[in-house]
Each structure stands twice: as C-alpha cells, then as structure tokens.
C-alpha cells in the first residue's frame, strides 16, 4: 500500500531496473532523498514485489539496513561484508568460479569482471567464499579502502550480477561510515559489464549522497548516481491527501482527523494498516 509520491518514487526505480536488466544501462545507484517518516522503508519493503511484477525478474537481492549496523568503521566493514556475501550470493559466486575453471577462457562480461580492474576478487573467490563471510579476509588497508572486506565483497557482487541482475538496498544510508559507504557503492556500480542496481534511502542534505552525486561527475561512476523523484513536503494538507489515497473508505471528515492527529507519512501508513481507523 503506497502513497501517489511514494508510488512514483517507486515506478521510477522500476524503470531504472528495466533499462539496467535488458543491457541497455550499466550498474546504477538510486538515492531516494525524503525525510524520516516519508514512507522510505514502506517504498523500499514493497520495491522487489513492484519490479518483479512491472520491469523483470530480480536475479539476487541483498537487504541491508544500515541503521542496525555498528558504529565502529572496521566493525561495520565486515558487518557489511556479511550482508552482501549472503548464502545465495555466495552460491552464485562459487558456481561462477567452477564455470570459469572448467570452461577456462568466460564470455565476456564476466570474463572482463574477474580478469581485468577487479584486484582481489579472484583471490576472495579462490580462498572460500564461506570462509570470507565468516570473517576469514582482514582489511589490509582500512574500513573504507578498495581493499576492506566490504570492497571486495561489492567486487563480488558485480561479479556476480552479470549472469544474475542484483538489486542492493539499503535503508537510512546516513547511518553508513561516510567514506566506506561510498567505497562500497562505487565498487558495485563502477563495472560496465555489471547489473547491479543499489536503491538507498538517504535523508534531505544527506552527506552521503552529497559525496556519491560529486564524485560521480567525473571518474568509473560518471553518469551512476541519481536521484528519484520523490516530493518531500509532509504537511497538513499532503497529510490528507495521503489519507484519501490509502483510505478512500473514510469519510472527509475522518480523514482530516487522521491528518491532523499524525506528524508523518509513516504514522498514516501504519494507521492505514490498522483497523478501526477514526
């Protein structure tokens, strides 16, 4: 159940998986910037369900919600190595690695992927996948270098995401270290022959996607990061209009009440999921 902005916002990501699925983009990243109690975690919950059914199949998802996290950078590096080197994901890696030793030169895409700009990723790959989602690669050169652990582990995941498109998405992107969420981004989306769409919700004046807009302006990400069309305001009167449009049952009475005694979208949403309403 989802809101006329949320739905756009929505719709919107949809076409960038369509687009990225057929090979007719690369790799992208979709920031999805409104404030807390916009409806981001409702659009981002119901987001697999509306590409399935609208833009193709999803190949892989990875779910990361990047306020359950810790705090300390080196912790959240592994932490994040876990969530993208899931046990599907690692299943598709190591399948892709046989394939590659038996069949010994790969199709192009893959083959581009792990031989050429991709250091460390074989090594990951031919070490143990299981062993590297249990903690057995440490970072050589910190959190948010392109050798921590959540760096080669998004390596990985491009990998993989050319034979199986992946959907990446994370939810309150802010709670992210700043310089190894970037890190991690740039290394799922910066491979041509990747399919990997990362959707991140970020907050107005998110310093986060601040960066990742920057730096894609030039360099591997040019042309990468964009940012969804979503209407921010959450006032009295969107407020109602929200109530209309999750509960058309209500009376314009009760659904000005509604609006008046909620502060947010999210407090709608989940009044709308309940019942009685007022």
């Known amino acids: 159940m989802l809101g006329e902005r949320q739905k756009a916002a929505a719709t919107e990501v949809a076409l960038w998986w369509d687009g990225m699925r057929h090979g007719e983009i690369g790799s992208q990243a979709i920031l999805i910037a409104a404030p807390s109690g916009w409806g981001r975690s409702t659009v981002l919950d119901q987001l ?5 059914g609208t833009a193709g199949p999803i190949g892989l998802e990875v779910r990361i919600n990047a306020r359950s996290l810790p705090d300390e950078p080196g912790r ?8 993208l080197l899931g046990p599907e994901l690692r299943g598709q890696a190591a399948a892709l690695l046989c394939r590659r030793q038996l ?31 249990a903690g057995g690669v440490p970072d050589d050169d910190g959190p948010a270098s392109e050798n921590s652990a959540s760096a080669r582990a998004a390596r990985v995941v491009a990998a993989v995401s050319a034979s199986a498109p992946t959907l990446v998405v994370i939810d309150d992107a802010d709670y992210l270290e700043l310089g190894l969420g970037v890190s991690m981004i740039e290394n799922l989306i910066d491979h041509d022959d990747s399919r990997v769409l990362v959707v991140a919700a970020v907050d107005l004046g998110s310093d986060i996607a601040a960066a990742l807009t920057s730096r894609a302006r030039y360099g591997p990400t040019a042309g990468r990061v964009h940012r969804a069309d979503a209407d921010p305001r959450m006032g009295y009167q969107s407020r109602a209009d929200l109530v209309g449009e999750l509960s058309p049952h209500l009376t314009a009475a009760q659904a000005r009440e509604l609006a008046r005694q909620s502060r947010t979208f999210a407090e709608i949403f989940a009044a709308a999921r309940s019942e009685p309403l007022p």
Do not use: C, F, H, K
């Open 48 to 52: 697999p369900e509306i590409i399935n």
């Open 76 to 83: 959240q590096a592994l932490a994040l190595r876990d969530r």
């Open 103 to 133: 069949r010994g030169a790969p199709r192009l895409g893959i083959g581009s992927l792990l031989l050429a700009g991709m250091a460390g990723t074989i090594s990951l790959l031919a070490a143990g996948l299981a062993a590297a989602a």
